[in-house]
């Protein structure tokens, strides 16, 4: 199949361009600028961008990726990808080492088939002074020898873990997870300045979440948040849905790390889904307005947001369209090393959005086929 565009961004210009998509089964075969090779099979009116991809998401559509049913799984999966999401990195919850064991085994096996990008485990290694919406009773040090047991029963599916750094064992832990395949991200943390950078400089190069569950900047004590926004080499994650972060604070991550930015969902099971009454872990929360909170208390349980809803409000706040779509796509690939998506590049799979007016889907390619 041969796609023409009126805007289609490809990573070799720095924005959207008249051009091209070449389609053969699930991949990539060519692209290019200006008028295709040969009269288009079909022409896309708006813009053309690859798939989203989301690294940081732990359900949709009523379901959880923290499971023990796999049609779960793909109701999640299904949810997001109708929003344009063609990527998905399943994020745990924190949990009892044997219930992360079982939930991995499900979700492992979904990334092996090459239905998920990989598992995030946000949790049990969490500071109990910033830990959400997550179960106190089940947070734990950072045991190296545990992190490495986990992450070799997955066999390479863990591609992220959240460790707040000033844990006991955290710093001897960091090393084990990048050694198995894993980046260390920093979050749900006390850190201070000092032991933030110290971690970044130890491999820990992901931020969990920036401003959420850690603490704020002090003209006196600028804890880790300063340190991810200084360092080139970490990327941080933005919950963009104007609730978790300011639109107007959000915006301006963007504008001084406009290369760094992870744009991410954290979506809950409600993501896709109608008000009500959820669980998140073994927390019930309630949803209401589209906000979720832990039931009875004001701690936001993660969003109901998709990545096509948050690039869209990077775009009602200033940010140039490429820029935000690459904070959907190109940036979380790079950050978590996803061969094969993010772009539309030769050899990459054939996982392209259409939008409309204001950055609105109007079609979603996964593997080749129009879903």
């Known amino acids: 199949m041969l796609i023409a565009a009126e805007r289609v961004l490809l990573p070799t ?3 959207f361009v008249a051009g091209w998509v070449e389609v053969d089964g699930d991949t990539i ?11 288009a099979d079909l022409t896309v009116t708006g813009s053309l961008v690859p798939g989203f991809v989301d690294v940081h998401c732990h359900g949709g559509g009523g379901a959880a990726f923290a499971t023990d049913d796999p049609a779960d799984v793909d109701t999640a999966i299904l ?4 929003t344009g999401t063609t990527s998905v990195v399943a ?3 924190t949990a009892s080492i044997p219930v992360l064991h079982r939930q991995i085994a499900i979700l492992a096996e979904r990334v092996r088939a090459g239905d998920l990008a990989g598992i995030h485990l946000e949790g049990p290694w969490l500071a109990p002074t910033f830990k959400g919406a997550h179960s106190p009773g089940l947070l734990s040090d950072s045991v190296a ?22 844990l006991p064992g955290a710093m001897a832990a960091i090393p084990v997870m990048i050694a198995g395949g894993c980046l260390p991200a920093i979050g749900h943390t006390a850190a201070d300045y000092p032991t933030a950078k110290a971690a970044i400089d130890a491999g820990a190069t992901g931020a969990t979440h920036i401003f959420n569950a850690m603490p704020p900047v002090g003209h006196r004590d600028p804890g ?22 300011t639109p107007e604070l959000a915006a301006f991550v963007m504008r001084i790390i406009p290369d760094r930015v992870v744009l991410i969902t954290d979506a809950m099971a409600a993501a896709g889904a109608p008000d009500g009454d959820y ?11 589209r906000v979720a909170r832990l039931a009875g208390k004001p701690t936001i349980a993660g969003s109901t947001l998709t990545l096509d809803w948050a690039v869209r409000n990077a775009v009602a706040q200033g940010i140039p369209l490429a820029q935000a779509v690459r904070s959907a796509t190109s940036v979380p690939a790079d950050y978590l090393s996803l061969g094969g998506v993010g772009r539309i590049a030769v050899g990459n799979k054939a996982d392209l959005v259409t939008l409309g007016d204001d950055a609105v889907v109007t079609g979603v390619m996964y593997r080749g086929v129009w879903q």
Do not use: N, Q, W
């Open 224 to 245: 880790p948040i300063l340190a991810f926004l200084e360092d080139p080499r970490v990327r941080a994650e933005l919950i963009f849905d104007g609730i978790h972060v």
């Open 29 to 39: 075969t060519a692209a290019g600028e200006g008028a295709p090779p040969r009269p």
């Open 79 to 82: 949810a997001h990808r109708a």
């Open 279 to 289: 669980m998140l872990g073994d927390l019930p929360v309630e949803v209401r307005d």
């Open 145 to 166: 020898d545990v992190v490495a047991e986990l992450l070799a029963s997955a066999g390479g599916a863990v591609k992220m873990a959240t460790i707040a750094p000033e």
């Open 91 to 93: 994020s745990l919850i």
């Open 13 to 15: 210009h720095p924005d």
